[in-house]
């Protein structure tokens, strides 16, 4: 880019007219305040200074806040994915070792077999938590 389109030229002029901004307000005010000066001359400064000061006449502002509880804001920023499970059944974790393609659980009464078996009925409680929550999410729709 170049020219007046250019940003860096963009961002001078406003630095410029920031800079202005306080000398042509008190230009205004002066003249506002300048008895010797036609009445409509007054006036038409000190329109221009309330104008700028953002006192419009006729202005009219409609503000509305709504409270919104963390529940409702996580509800729209949160996306709900569907489940990767199309079908499954329940299976007991000694059928899973035996039917899985991965590494067997160890023998039932070990402790590794306890620990093994928590995390198996944990994951199963987790998914079927996450299932019933898109089911439910589905309905509310």
Known sequence: MHGGS?????????VRLDMAADR???VMVRIME???LPTADQ???AAHV???AGLRPGLALD?????QTWEHVLDSVLVDVDADIE??????????????STAALPEP???EADLAAERASAKVRRLRQKSANAEAKRRSR
Do not use: C, F
């Open 6 to 14: 250019a940003p860096q030229v963009k961002r001078a002029a406003q």
């Open 24 to 26: 042509a307000a008190a």
């Open 34 to 36: 300048d008895e010797s």
């Open 43 to 45: 006036i038409r400064a």
């Open 50 to 52: 309330l104008d700028r």
């Open 63 to 67: 503000v509305s806040v709504t409270h």
């Open 87 to 100: 079908d499954a059944e329940e299976v007991s974790p000694g059928e899973w070792a035996t039917r899985s």
């Open 109 to 111: 009464g070990q402790p």
